[in-house]
């Protein structure tokens, strides 16, 4: 019974919020690597595109409360979803035409397109902060829960309790539902052919009659569509502070790079990875080790490390990463 009850803690405490918290990153990590293989540069706006994004969405969301509509036991974020990704997909072509059009025609350097989109980065940040605030947002609105603990109790009679919040819940199937459409428009559309034609070589898919602004405005409207849901997902899982999806840019960078930055495939699994390491090495698996050792009740919490370096798991195996396998775990291109 006790290493059915550490089964169940570590259920609960690790493999669903970590799953959660993989989905988000891996759409994250999707938008980024989409990016650096169509248009060549890292998007380090990706972030503030997501704060954005989600920014959005809770303005809309209110305006659907304020009107007296919602989504039943679902958020009602998920109504105010698609206005989200319209919103932000305009913003980021708006961006693309004013700012990056010119230093993509010029072919301006990598290192400097990575500059822009750092700038691009704290005027979105900027914009975010203006239009919702600083302040944490709570905009969940939907059942809290699937299954909770005194159900779970009720239900298997075992000591440990086993939570599944509904947000983490909605959070999976979305995630799967988007990589899956997105995969399937990647390889069985003519538009995502032309994507992966031009990513592989430009020149030659130029020569074959691909519109390139065709192809860069698609692959800024998955991107902003990406990051929305993304943003949305991990507010509702979380709550929404603007600075907070500005810290998220590195797990998201991490992701990315680990499974191969420029494969798709790599930022699902990347994500993953980094989710798993995080939450698994922050964890405090005291109560596990008392259950698996009966008698034995360790003094401390049996955390290898603060959850306050939960940020330095992700950039410690980024640099790892760089230095062993720079092409990352599917031979993406070289960072």
Known sequence: MDVINALVAITNYVI?????????????????????????FSNFAQGDTMAFGTGVVILITWGFQAM??????LPTALLA????????????????????????????????MVMVSVGVMFVMNALTRFLIGVDQINFDDGARFVINARQWR???????PLTLRSTQLIT?????????????FLNRTRTGKSMRAFSDNEDLALLSGIDPQRVVTVTWIITGALATIAGTLYGLDKSFKAFTYFQILL??????????IGSPVGAVVGGFI???????????????ATYLIPGWE???LVQLLSTDYKYAVSFTILILVLIFRPTGLFRGKVV
């Open 16 to 40: 669903i919020p970590a799953t959660a918290y993989g989905a988000q990153l891996a759409l994250g990590a999707l938008g980024v690597t989409l990016v650096y293989s169509i248009l060549r």
């Open 68 to 73: 007296g509509i919602s989504f039943g036991p």
């Open 81 to 112: 979803l698609p206005f989200g990704i319209v919103i932000t997909a305009a913003l980021l072509l708006g961006t693309d035409r004013v700012v990056y059009r010119y230093y993509r025609v010029t072919r301006a350097s990598p290192v400097v």
């Open 154 to 160: 009720e239900m298997t009679g075992l000591s440990e």
């Open 172 to 184: 999976v199937i979305t995630a799967l539902i988007v990589m899956v459409a997105l995969f399937w």
């Open 251 to 260: 797990p998201i960078f991490a992701s990315a790079v680990v499974g191969g």
């Open 274 to 288: 980094i989710s798993f390491s995080e939450v698994g090495l922050t964890y405090a698996w005291k109560k596990v």
């Open 298 to 300: 360790p003094e401390g």
